[in-house]
């Protein structure tokens, strides 16, 4: 296939988003209601404009599409723009990395956009939140961090050698499910010199309903028996292959609580979440299990 055809499959093959084609509409129907207003002009030339911009605007809606699903430096700024915001949902509110004395420190913070209007989601709320949770584990690290560094000087160790265990501070967040049903995500922050202080929270909302989502509303009224069975399970068959968990005399899994942290997957179903070393030791790192049945 030469190059031209394989252009021209993939143009044909790229998807308008109803959001868009709806914002570009109504760009359309503004300038027709600007064009009646001024009648003087004539009704050839009128009829001329708006065919020109139905043109523009269809082009437009072509090059954004490819562009977003060509490049995800644009995809993600285009979230920034007041016409096509309502696309993504997630945006990063702010991004930095910075490094004292040899501690470097990388955040990003996310926030929602666009979206309270249709949903009823307290946005601002959330996004206070998100930036206060981000901001405080930021420093707070930071000064553990200096602490470490003032003892491990103190106690003998020389400014090239604590350079040398290249201290990192992380803070961010990752989406789990962004769809017209749920909005599932987690922001948290880590250190690389301990998992004393990892920190982790899941925000799950219906976007139907304005609310945070719970395992009750989508596992139903029997939820802690329905996970709990199905943890088990899981356990069990991992165990068979190798996997290490601790027992519950050791402090491993013995049930839910009511805090347990989870998202919903791109099946819509939830995912539960363990921390490292909650129930297994620390080499397997955070430990997930997919639940099924249930509503």
């Not at 499910?177 to 920190?199: C, H, I, K, M, P």
């Not at 925000?203 to 596992?219: A, P, Q």
Request: with cysteine; proline share 3%.
């Amino acid at each position: 296939m030469g190059k031209l055809e394989t252009m021209k499959e993939r143009y044909d093959q790229i998807t308008i988003p109803e959001e868009l084609n709806s914002r570009v509409q109504q760009e359309i129907q503004k300038s027709r209601q600007k064009e009646e207003k001024r009648r003087d002009v004539g009704s050839r030339r009128f009829k001329r404009t708006i065919r020109s911009i139905e043109a523009a605007a269809a082009a437009v809606c072509i090059l954004f599409t490819a562009a977003l699903n060509t490049s995800p430096v644009f995809a993600k700024e285009a979230g920034e723009l007041p016409v096509i915001g309502g696309l993504a949902q997630i945006l990063t509110f702010r991004s930095y990395e910075t490094e004292q004395d040899d501690i470097k420190v990388s955040v990003e913070i996310p926030t929602i956009e666009m979206i309270a209007e249709d949903t009823g989601i307290p946005v601002d709320e959330i996004n206070q939140e998100i930036l206060d949770r981000c901001n405080q584990y930021a420093d707070d690290a930071m000064i553990r961090a200096e602490e470490y560094r003032t003892a491990f000087l103190e106690t003998g160790g020389t400014p090239e050698e604590w350079a040398e265990h290249h201290i990192k501070i992380t803070v961010g967040y990752e989406i789990k499910q962004q769809s017209d049903n749920y909005l599932s995500f987690v922001v948290g922050g880590s250190e690389n010199w301990t998992s004393a202080y990892r920190e982790s929270k899941y925000y799950n909302l219906d976007l139907s309903t304005g609310k945070t989502v719970t395992l009750e509303d989508i596992l139903g009224g029997n939820y802690v028996e329905l996970a709990n069975k199905s943890i088990r399970e899981q356990i069990a068959e991992r165990q068979k292959s190798g996997e290490i968990f601790f027992t519950e005399e050791e402090g491993g899994f013995a049930g839910i609580s009511e805090d347990v942290k989870f998202y919903i997957n791109e099946n819509n179903r939830p995912v539960i979440v363990f921390g490292k070393y909650e129930i297994a030791p620390g080499s397997s790192g955070e430990i997930e299990f997919e639940i099924t049945g249930g509503n």
